[in-house]
């Protein structure tokens, strides 16, 4: 086929540091148990860039806005990204560290948008959730934050893959 490796884009480098693949960190890390084992990570830049996007929407500029239109912005960006990442290591923890930190902005947004109401009065707006009563979440009327700790988090599951049918098998002549 004429491929070669290009010096510019190849890294060889050690599992045990990791590589970042499809915006997601590979590596092996040392089980008690078990020894080696790999690793799908988020990596802290991505955690970082949905906190910096998150800020941006809960900026001073954005006041006007009503909370289920600031709601209705953010969680399709949680959503998206809670779902890209809940295959990874650790994902739960990520999740409800993130949930928290979206949680604070939302009430410093609403601190900013409401300068001379009581603290304690805009908690009013932090109520049970519909679909889980035991969580409660910013809300008004039947738009509600979109919870990542919600998200089922679970290893990926390759049992559905097959071997490919234009793959040779052992004895067939090459394509």
Not at 3 to 9: A, F, Q, Y
Not at 64 to 77: A, V
Request: charged share 30%; aromatic share 12%; net charge positive.
């Amino acid at each position: 086929m004429g491929l070669e490796l290009s010096i510019e884009k190849t890294r060889v480098s050690d599992l045990k540091e990791g590589f970042q693949f499809l915006s997601q960190r590979v590596r092996y890390k040392w089980h008690g148990r078990f020894g080696y084992m790999p690793r799908i990570e988020i990596p802290p830049s991505k955690r970082a860039d949905l906190r910096h996007r998150v800020k941006q929407l809960t900026a001073r500029n954005t006041t006007h806005w009503s909370l289920p239109q600031l709601l209705q912005r953010l969680n399709p960006l949680l959503r998206g990204w809670g779902n890209y990442y809940r295959f990874c290591t650790g994902a739960s923890r990520q999740f409800s560290t993130l949930d928290f930190y979206v949680g604070d902005c939302i009430w410093r947004w609403l601190m900013k948008k409401h300068k001379h109401l009581h603290r304690k009065r805009t908690r009013l707006v932090r109520v049970p959730s519909l679909l889980r009563p035991t969580r409660k979440v910013w809300r008004e009327g039947r738009t509600e934050q979109f919870l990542l700790s919600m998200l089922r988090v679970e290893r990926f599951r390759r049992g559905w893959m097959r071997t490919p049918a234009y793959i040779c098998v052992p004895g067939e002549p090459d394509a």
